[in-house]
């Protein structure tokens, strides 16, 4: 039987550019591509629980409400915790956890972040676009990705289902109950 890492690396790296392909054949929304391959993805590394608390949460900037004027890039514990929004949340689970946490602007800075913290397993909320792409350039790295709600738009005051988060760090460390 092949094992679920190297099937998450041949539909990352030979079936998904294929579906790509024929998406753009057959006019699929893009977007829709991306979704398939951010569940395939997640479905994949719970069939082989990797157990690790050297584990990255990795949240998008506009998490952050927009007309806060705390700088929380470089440090989300910069937070007044104020609770308008749930950078305050994840701040709480990540002291308490004693997890890396850190607010991407973008795909570069969240690769940068990767290579400097060098997790064993990362958890990423983003939009479609860059959690595919990091899910296939942070490869053979385990990563669960959740999408994150977008009431106002893209890049806008996003919010994400924390219990989805939760879910995901139980799965990696056991640990999301304490939360
Ligand atoms: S919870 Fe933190 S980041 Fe969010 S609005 Fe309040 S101070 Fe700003």
Redesign the pocket.
């Known amino acids: 039987m092949i094992r679920a890492g190297l099937l998450r690396g041949i539909f990352l790296k030979a079936v998904y550019p294929l579906m790509l392909v024929f998406g753009w054949l057959f006019r699929i929304d893009k977007e829709k591509i991306q979704r398939t391959l951010i569940d395939v993805n997640n479905r994949l590394i719970r069939t082989n629980p990797k157990h690790t608390k050297k584990l990255l949460l990795l949240l998008p900037h506009c998490l952050?409400?927009s007309d806060?004027n705390?700088k929380?890039t470089y440090n989300v514990y910069n937070?007044?915790?104020?609770?308008?929004?749930?950078?305050?949340d994840f701040t709480a689970i990540a002291q308490e956890l004693g997890l890396e946490l850190f607010v991407a602007t973008g795909g570069t800075i969240a690769r940068r972040v990767v290579e400097k913290t060098r997790p064993e397993a990362i958890i990423a909320v983003a939009c479609e676009r860059d959690l595919s792409s990091g899910i296939i350039d942070t490869y053979p790295l385990p990563i669960i990705g959740i999408v994150n709600e977008r009431p106002f738009g893209p890049c806008f005051n996003t919010r994400v289902d924390i219990n989805k988060v939760r879910d995901a760090l139980v799965f990696f460390a056991g640990i999301g109950e304490k939360a």
């Open positions: 952050q409400l806060c705390i929380i937070c007044a915790g104020c609770g308008r929004c749930e950078i305050k």
